[in-house]
Nanobody
């Protein structure tokens, strides 16, 4: 499966962005999906994940209450709604497909990755 993420950009602190990730090649409806991010000089970190059905989600503490992950299996698309953005949210954001159907926060559990989309939050 190929994943393509888009929707990043430059936004002021306090603003919002909505990232989308479209899967092609194979359906992703039976798999968990996740978002990760990587800031310059830092390791890639978990942001949010959702189970195959959408019934279970998990968020990093740093984004809880501000970010929302969702998915539309009919459209093979997963979203990340980001509100009240902070300069420390600046990073390249990656979507990824898990090897299993459930929520997982470990990078090693995700076998397919998108190319990333840049999010820059100015102060």
């Amino acid at each position: 499966v190929q994943l393509q993420a888009f929707g990043g950009g430059l936004v002021q602190a306090g603003g919002s962005l909505r990232l989308s990730c479209v899967a092609s090649g194979r359906p992703f409806s039976g798999y968990g999906m996740g978002w990760f991010r990587q800031a310059p000089g830092k390791e890639r970190e978990f942001v949010a994940a959702m189970s195959w059905s959408g019934s279970t989600t998990s968020y990093a503490d740093s984004v809880k209450g501000r970010f929302t992950i969702s998915r539309d299996n009919a459209k093979n698309t997963v979203y990340l709604e980001m509100n009240t953005l902070k300069p420390e949210d600046t990073a390249v954001y990656y979507c990824a497909k898990s090897r299993g159907p459930y929520v997982d926060m470990r990078l090693s559990s995700f076998g397919s990755w998108g190319q990333g989309t840049q999010v820059t939050v100015s102060s």
